[in-house]
């Protein structure tokens, strides 16, 4: 099955720094939506995004579909971005797949 | 009210009980989902329904069943739980015809077998 691999595993920031967090995968997709895990478990779709770029305030994308890859960039950090990021991918005719996550801890 | 809703949102249950995990959803989507997170990892598909006459198994639906009562409810059973069955589970639904919505995940259950 297709691959995802996310990096880095872990990140520290301190508050109001910027940050990239890259997204890797093995095959052609559909679909990728990038997600944050808050601490309670939640996770909340940020952005849909099999190609191009997108922003949503302080949070921008961009998928590079015929290269295989995603950014998520989070600027001007805050403590509520803290959490875990997962990017997944869902090629066609299967289902979407989840990589294994970045940890951020923003501190203030 | 939410679009996809889990309940119960937390359970303890005994090892070798039967458990039922219950997943509604108001967005008319016809394909749903569950999948499974351990502490530390990405979520894995458990179960998926294309819709109301169509169940699949995905990549770890050992020890798990599932059942389509309607286009807006989808279960996981846990016929016999074990200790290493303890994860939070998710809910999901998706259109492919919805254009830019991607998939929707509920708040999730957090099942602990003792």
């Known amino acids: 099955g297709i691959q995802v691999e996310q990096s880095p595993p872990d990140l520290i920031l301190q508050e109001g720094a910027n940050s990239t967090l890259r997204c890797n995968f093995s095959d052609s997709v559909n679909n990728l939506q990038w997600f944050h895990q808050n601490p309670w478990g939640q996770l909340i779709n940020l952005f849909y995004?099999?190609?191009g770029t997108k922003q949503n305030g302080r949070l921008s994308a961009t998928t590079v579909a015929t290269e295989r890859y995603s950014l998520l960039y989070i600027s001007s950090s805050q403590t509520t971005d803290s959490g875990v990021y997962f990017c997944a991918v869902e090629p066609a005719g299967n289902m979407l797949t989840f990589g294994g996550g970045t940890r951020l801890m923003v501190k203030p | 009210d939410a679009d996809v809703t889990q309940t119960p949102r937390n359970r303890i249950t005994k090892t070798g009980k039967r458990i039922m995990l219950e997943c509604s959803q108001t967005?008319?989507?016809?394909?749903m989902y569950w999948y499974r997170q351990d502490p530390g990892l990405g979520l894995r598909l458990i179960y998926y329904?294309?819709?109301?006459?169509?169940?699949n198994k995905g990549e770890i639906s050992d020890g798990y069943s599932v059942s389509r009562q309607a286009q807006a409810k989808f279960s996981l059973s846990l016929e016999s739980a074990i200790p290493n069955q303890t994860a939070l589970y998710f809910c999901a639904t998706s259109d492919p015809a919805a254009g830019s919505y991607g998939y929707t995940f509920g708040s999730g259950t957090r099942l602990t077998v003792v």
């Open positions: 329904s294309f819709d109301v006459k169509d169940i």
């Open positions: 995004i099999p190609s």
């Open positions: 967005k008319g989507h016809d394909r």
